[in-house]
């Protein structure tokens, strides 16, 4: 039977070093604000 691995994030699983996580959740959040951003300004 195979083992299942559970992560806090979608980042944790993709990160070697917590500092990677926190930099693609950053990375991840700054994008979504500039869309919002865009968006709104056509």
Do not use: G, H, Y
Request: aromatic share 4%.
């Amino acid at each position: 039977m195979n083992e299942t691995n559970t992560f806090n994030s979608v980042w944790d699983a993709i990160a070697d070093t917590p500092e990677q996580t926190a930099n693609l959740q950053a990375r991840a959040e700054l994008i979504q604000k500039i869309t919002i951003i865009i968006k709104a300004n056509d």
